[in-house]
């Protein structure tokens, strides 16, 4: 009983913030109050239907998508690679993947910004979609070699025993297995790269204007209540991605869970 209620507690006061937000949204004056006064849309109706901001909208969602299929397109080949191969400087490869990720944020935008000066390149969505590859590569390559190191090296034996080639043994063996976290990969890095602010400043500066740049550029002229319906819409976009990562996909073990046989080891 006791439990319930310190959980209920705790549950409470993480959401109180959001529900906060929820409700400034919700004003129908332009003005930031908690409870509002008065209740109206068009908060949501402006962000959605203004260009102001659909259009960082749209660039911030391109973006996004497109980094994290190229931040997936470079872990998948590189964690099957260290997985199957077992190469000596594997772990160094594997550091190499997540260098990105572990340096603070505004010494990689500095690096990215002197490299895409360097090649004419600023300034430019598709720098921004490459840096954001590069810096998110670290997730999916985190959640690929957990689920490729969950795979029994057994299995994959008994069908090269049983005339597989690696082709197939690839598609119908290991992809299946190791799918979920894929998904979940592309998942993590694709909401993550939809709040990233420092590296696309950095690389696009103004020219290529992403939901978080509109945002900070916007409260420069003072706060409205379109910013707390896009937290707001950002909150419930994220806990949809994770809430399928954990419906889905084997998050105990994208958490660091050991299996049984890692216990037993």
Known sequence: ???GVFLGLIGLFLLSPIVVVGGVSLNAKKALFFPPQGVSLV???ELFGEPEWLIPIGN???????????????????SYALWRYRVFYARVLFLLGIAPFMLPPVITALGFLAFWATVGLYG??????????????????????LGFESIDREIVEAAQVLGADARE?????????IRSYLVSGFAFAFVL??????????VAGFTVETLPIKIFNALRYGYTPVMAAVTLVFVLLAALVFGLIGRFGDLPRLMGALTPESRNS
């Open 193 to 202: 790269s939809l709040n990233e602010y420092i590296v696309a400043y950095m």
């Open 169 to 177: 043994v690839f598609g119908s063996i290991v992809f299946p297995m």
């Open 60 to 78: 911030s969602l391109a973006i996004a998508l497109l980094s994290s299929l190229g931040a997936v397109s470079i872990a998948l080949p590189l």
């Open 124 to 145: 430019k969505m598709v720098a921004t979609v490459v840096s954001h590859a590069v810096f998110f590569v670290t997730l999916p390559l985190v959640t690929l070699s």
């Open 1 to 3: 009983m006791l439990r």
């Open 43 to 45: 908060w949501y109706a």
